[in-house]
Nanobody, 124 residues
Framework: QVQLVESGGGLVQAGGSLRLSCAAS????????MGWFRQAPGKEREFVAV????????YYVDSVKGRFTISRDNAKNAVYLQMNSLKPEDTAVYFC?????????????????WGQGTQVTVSS
């Protein structure tokens, strides 16, 4: 059974940092694109970041560029999201995602595997 389990969410003040982690199990994800989506209250779920299976390519939504960094450790079947200079508008549930079809599938939101999400709350 495939599982993506997020951790690292919490409450932080504006300007602070958090590091989200996602542990994948059930199969080897080293050839999967992995990424993060988020959903704020009353809003649609949106793409945040994605990383190629080999870590060579990454893409971000414009609103987080320069503040968030996605990385992965294929030996640990894990993906991370380092979030710096957090803003109240970053408040959302953050979901880890994985897809064997690559970056485009993730960015398009047509994703095969989703985690349950972790709450990030940024206070002003």
């Amino acid at each position: 059974q495939v599982q993506l389990v997020e951790s690292g969410g919490g409450l932080v003040q504006a300007g602070g940092s958090l590091r989200l982690s996602c542990a994948a199990s059930g199969r080897t994800f080293s050839t999967y694109a992995m990424g993060w989506f988020r959903q704020a209250p009353g809003k649609e779920r949106e793409f945040v970041a994605v990383i190629h299976w080999n870590g060579a390519n990454t893409y971000y939504v414009d609103s987080v560029k320069g503040r968030f960094t996605i990385s992965r450790d294929n030996a640990k079947n894990a993906v991370y999201l380092q979030m710096n200079s957090l803003k109240p508008e970053d408040t959302a549930v953050y979901f880890c995602v994985a897809d064997p079809r690559g970056l485009r599938a993730v960015v398009a939101g047509t994703i095969m595997y989703w985690g349950q999400g972790t709450q990030v709350t940024v206070s002003s």
